[in-house]
């Protein structure tokens, strides 16, 4: 048939039988007259999308820092946001500083998978970017990485993976989807991507792969994940 043609009647139960049955014969003939044209699901009209459209767009969750939020609007359910740069450049400290506004200014349960640091370094410094203090050294004050760990034990929404069994993707897919529907888990980071791809046979074919996984996943459950 061509398109416009072939029209879907929609019934209000399973067939047109169940519905005499029920006395619904009325619904039968409305369902006829109201069919819609069929079309593949893929393509939408402006009257479909016209009422999300109307909606004004709201400002995203912050950074740390006020003139990226404002610049950016903020980050959204469903983004990826990726964080590059030289070795040594400081983008660890940036995404702790990152963590530490979710975890502690914004209270977002938030989730972290790296490759370089034991959780228990990944809370001491976390801990030390809440108090502005550097407490993961051998040097540091112990009662102020107590208290700054009290802090965040008392917010309880910081979960850290322990690499110790495996660090693939696949492992870190099937604990993120367990504290997203378990915690509520809202916020992700992964750190870094080179440790993930280092087994590749060709990493940049991985590193594709990878990240339209990583997509799917922040736009199926509605998180936000940082890498």
Not at 108 to 125: L, N
């Amino acid at each position: 048939l061509p398109p416009g043609k072939a029209k879907i009647a929609k019934l209000p139960l399973k067939d047109a039988s169940e519905c005499l049955v029920q006395g619904e014969a009325q619904a039968i003939i409305q369902a006829i007259w109201q069919a819609q044209p069929y079309k593949p699901g893929g393509i939408l009209t402006v009257a479909d999308v016209k009422q999300e459209a109307l909606k004004q767009p709201a400002m995203g969750l912050s950074y740390p820092w006020e003139e990226i939020s404002y610049a950016t609007y903020g980050r959204h359910p469903g983004n990826l946001i990726a964080l590059g740069g030289g070795t040594g450049c400081g983008k660890t400290t940036i995404v702790t500083d990152m963590v530490a506004h979710d975890v502690y200014t914004l209270s977002i349960p938030t989730c972290i998978f790296h490759s370089e640091q034991v959780p228990k370094e990944t809370a001491q410094r976390v801990a030390g970017m809440i108090k502005g203090e550097i407490l993961h050294l051998p040097d540091s004050d112990p009662k102020a990485l107590s208290d700054a760990l009290e802090l965040l034990q008392d917010k309880g929404n910081l979960y850290l993976y322990d690499d110790s069994e495996a660090f693939t993707w696949e492992a870190i897919r099937e604990n993120a989807r367990y504290v997203h529907y378990a915690f509520g888990v809202k916020s992700f980071y992964l750190d870094n991507l080179t440790a993930l791809a280092s087994h590749a046979e060709d990493e940049r074919r991985f590193l594709d792969g990878l990240m339209k996984d990583i997509a799917d996943f922040a736009k199926d459950t509605g998180t936000i994940w940082h890498i």
